[in-house]
C-alpha cells in the first residue's frame, strides 16, 4: 500500500468530552476569544464539486468554532483552522446521529451563561 495522507485530526467532542471543555469555552466566550460558534452538521457528498462546507470553513473569522457532526467534516477537518487558546476550532461530536451532542452543549452554554433562551447563544446554523 501506498500511503496517501498523513497528519493527526483531533476529535470526539461528543456531550462528555465536550463537556469537560467547558470551563476553556466559556472563558474564551467571555473574554472575546470566541466570538461564534457554527454548527455545521450534515453531508457535503463525496464528489470534489461538492463543498459547500469547505468553502464556508475557509471563510470563517479565526474567531469562531465549528461544532460538527456528521461527514461534511471529512471535507474541512484537515484544513489547518488552528485553534483558539487550546480549543481546537473544529470540535467532532461524531457522526449525524451524534447531533445529539450538540444540542446538549448548546444547552449547558445556555445554562452556564444564565441565558432565558438558547437562541441568545452566539450559535449559527449555516
Known amino acids: 500500500?501506498?500511503?496517501?495522507e498523513k497528519g493527526e485530526i483531533i476529535g470526539g467532542f461528543a456531550h462528555t468530552q465536550g463537556m469537560q471543555l467547558a470551563d476553556k469555552v466559556v472563558d474564551a466566550v467571555k473574554s472575546g476569544a470566541i466570538k461564534k460558534f457554527f454548527?455545521?452538521?450534515?453531508?457535503?457528498?463525496?464528489?470534489?464539486?461538492?463543498?459547500?462546507?469547505?468553502?464556508?470553513?475557509?471563510?470563517?473569522?479565526?474567531?469562531?468554532?465549528?461544532?460538527?457532526?456528521?461527514?461534511?467534516?471529512y471535507k474541512y477537518n484537515k484544513l489547518d483552522l488552528g485553534d483558539i487558546g487550546g480549543i481546537p476550532r473544529v470540535l467532532d461530536?461524531?457522526?449525524?446521529?451524534?447531533?445529539?451532542?450538540l444540542a446538549l452543549i448548546a444547552l449547558k452554554l445556555k445554562d452556564v451563561f444564565e441565558l432565558e433562551d438558547i437562541n441568545e447563544l452566539p450559535l449559527a446554523f449555516p
Open 39 to 73: 454548527v455545521m452538521a450534515g453531508c457535503d457528498g463525496r464528489a470534489k464539486s461538492r463543498n459547500y462546507y469547505t468553502d464556508f470553513a475557509k471563510a470563517l473569522p479565526k474567531d469562531t468554532v465549528i461544532l460538527t457532526a456528521g461527514c461534511a467534516k
Open 1 to 4: 500500500p501506498v500511503e496517501i
Open 93 to 101: 461530536a461524531g457522526q449525524c446521529n451524534d447531533s445529539y451532542s
